[in-house]
């Protein structure tokens, strides 16, 4: 009912049951947080937040465009995904989560948080 009862009931969903996602049509582009990190404004920007019913391996780094790059794969259960690609993380002037984003999600998930990019 609250946006802000989101993260603590995706950390307390019941795994294994079904895949919960929560899908927001934009970002708060009037918060300073995330024009601090996006370039401006995009009405593609969608923000998505996944509690899965069993772990997926996703890959940190992958090109749609073609084969993925065999590097790290991780086992994920909690996922929050922004579609932005004028971020500045993107241009290599950031790594890491969106800070923005990671320091709500870190008060829910704890601060070992990882990061990755699909692009193409």
Same mark, same amino acid.
């Given at each position: 009912?609250?946006? +802000? ?20 049509? &934009? ?15 995009? &009405? @593609? *920007? ?5 509690? +899965?019913?069993?772990?997926?391996? @996703?890959?940190?780094?992958?090109? *749609? ?5 065999? %590097? ?5 259960? *909690?996922?929050?995904? &922004? *579609? ?10 950031? %790594?890491?989560?969106?800070?923005? +984003? ?19």
């Amino acid at each position: 009912e609250k946006v +802000l009862d989101l993260l603590p009931a995706l950390r307390s969903a019941p795994y294994g049951d079904e895949d919960i996602a929560v899908v927001f049509d &934009h970002m708060d582009f009037g918060n300073r947080a995330i024009t601090d990190y996006f370039q401006y404004e995009d &009405h @593609r *920007t969608t923000l998505a937040c996944f509690a +899965l019913a069993g772990p997926q391996n @996703r890959p940190l780094s992958a090109n *749609t465009c073609g084969d993925m790059d065999g %590097g790290p794969v991780l086992p994920v259960r *909690t996922c929050v995904v &922004h *579609t932005f690609k004028h971020a500045l993380g993107h241009l290599g002037l950031e %790594g890491g989560p969106v800070p923005a +984003l990671a320091s709500v999600t870190s008060r829910w998930f704890g601060p070992d948080q990882v990061g990755g990019e699909t692009w193409g």
